[in-house]
C-alpha cells in the first residue's frame, strides 16, 4: 500500500529479478548527470504495469500529471526509498530495547513538542513528524551510527515512538526472526523472492547488529 496526494494505492510486489530489471531502466534514464525524458516515462510505464492488475481502471479517474505522481511514488516504493524503512529501523531497535512509556500522542492532529534539532518547542504533525527525523539523521554528517540508532536516541524528546509501528512492520520483523532461528529461505530461487522483502530484512539485520554492539557497550558501562 502507497500513499499519495490522490489516494491509497495497493501496489503488487515485485521479485528480486524485476527490481534487476527496474535497476536497469533506471540507469537509463539518470545517465552522464542528465534525465532522460523518454527513458523515465519508460520507467514508469514499467512501474504501472508491475504495480496494477488493471492500471486504466485503477487510475483512469486521475489526469496525467496525477498518474505521473503516483507512478512516481510506486517507483520510490519499489525502491525502498520510502517511510516504511524508516520504521522498519525504528521498530528494530524498539523490538530489542524497549518501547518506553512515552507521555507523548500516538494518534493526533497536532501537539507541541521539544525538537532536538531546532532546540526548541515547535507544533509537531506528522509531516513534522517525519521532516524532524530527517533533520535528525542529517546530523551524523559521517555516518557514525546507524538510522535506527541515531532515531531510537532521539525519538523521545519528540514524538512516541508507537507512532511508528504498524501491523506490516510487526509482520516484517516476526517474519524475520522466523526465517532467521529456522533457517526459512524466502523462496526457492533468489530470483523469485520478494525484493521487498530481502530489502526489509537486511535493515532489519544490520540494526541488530547495531543493537547487539550497542547492547554490548552498555555491559561494559559506555
Known amino acids: 500500500m502507497i500513499k499519495t496526494p490522490h489516494g491509497e494505492f495497493e501496489i ?52 496525467d500529471a496525477k498518474i505521473d505522481e503516483v507512478l512516481n511514488a510506486v517507483y520510490l516504493e519499489y525502491k525502498g526509498l520510502s517511510k516504511k524503512k524508516t520504521q522498519v529501523r525504528i521498530a528494530t531497535w524498539c523490538n530489542f530495547f524497549g518501547w518506553g512509556n512515552s507521555l507523548l500522542p500516538v494518534k493526533f492532529k497536532s501537539y507541541e513538542a521539544q525538537s532536538p534539532t531546532l532546540s526548541k518547542v515547535i507544533t509537531f504533525t506528522e509531516d513534522e513528524i517525519w521532516a524532524e527525523c530527517d533533520r535528525v539523521t542529517a546530523e551524523d554528517k559521517h555516518n557514525k ?3 535506527g540508532q541515531n532515531l531510537y536516541y532521539n525519538l523521545n524528546f519528540f514524538c512516541n515512538p508507537k507512532f511508528f509501528i504498524d501491523s506490516e512492520i510487526e509482520a516484517y520483523i516476526e517474519d524475520y526472526f522466523v526465517s532467521t532461528k529456522f533457517n526459512l529461505p524466502l523462496s526457492q530461487t533468489l530470483h523469485e523472492a520478494d525484493a521487498k522483502t530481502i530489502d526489509i530484512f537486511r535493515l532489519i539485520s544490520e540494526e541488530i547488529s547495531a543493537c547487539e554492539k550497542r547492547s554490548g557497550e552498555i555491559k561494559n558501562g559506555k
Open 12 to 63: 503488487c510486489p515485485i521479485t528480486f529479478g524485476e527490481r534487476r530489471e527496474l535497476h536497469r531502466l533506471e540507469m537509463k534514464v539518470f545517465w552522464d548527470d542528465a534525465i532522460e525524458r523518454d527513458a523515465y516515462f519508460d520507467l514508469l510505464s514499467w512501474c504501472m504495469e508491475k504495480a496494477f492488475k488493471d492500471p486504466e481502471e485503477t487510475l483512469k479517474a486521475l489526469d
Open 145 to 147: 551510527f546507524t538510522l
